[in-house]
């Protein structure tokens, strides 16, 4: 993440370790997943990765902002996997075991477990401000 805070916050919540964006670990991780939206964080994934290891890449960073990431050979050499999360569609291989229903209830158990309103929130602001608050996101 780019945001202090919310470090401790992943600890709390069940992730194993989480990084600042711009760093990286002495000891690779298996699996990584990327929730910052951040190009600093999705750089810090991988370099944090090891290889053959999975990055799950669940952010969204926009159609008009561009993501600038270091593949150079050490990369490409270590033949991670980059996966994309897309949460309204799921594989076509998974759809008879995970229909839409089996989804949805899922989701909803695992916010009331998890409570992301009680944890997860910085800042309220009113839909009249809401252009300027995400823009002050980046």
């Not at 992730?15 to 991780?29: I, M, R």
């Not at 593949?71 to 995970?98: A, Y």
């Not at 998890?114 to 602001?125: A, D, F, G, Q, V």
Request: charged share 25%; aromatic share 6%.
């Amino acid at each position: 993440d780019i945001n202090l805070d919310r470090l401790g916050v992943s600890s709390m919540m069940g992730c194993g370790e989480a990084l600042l964006a711009g760093t990286s670990t002495p000891n690779p991780f298996d699996a990584t997943i990327e929730v910052s939206g951040n190009a600093r964080g999705l750089q810090s994934a991988i370099d944090s990765t090891s290889s053959g290891g999975r990055i799950i890449i669940g952010s969204w960073y926009g159609d008009d902002k561009p993501v600038s990431l270091k593949l150079w050979i050490d990369f490409h050499r270590s033949q991670k996997i980059l996966i994309t999360s897309q949460v309204s569609t799921i594989p076509s291989h998974l759809t008879g075991l995970w229909d839409k229903d089996r989804r949805f209830r899922l989701t909803w158990e695992l916010l009331r477990k998890i409570k992301p309103s009680e944890r997860l929130l910085t800042r309220i602001t009113s839909i009249e401000d809401a252009q300027k608050a995400y823009e002050t996101l980046t």
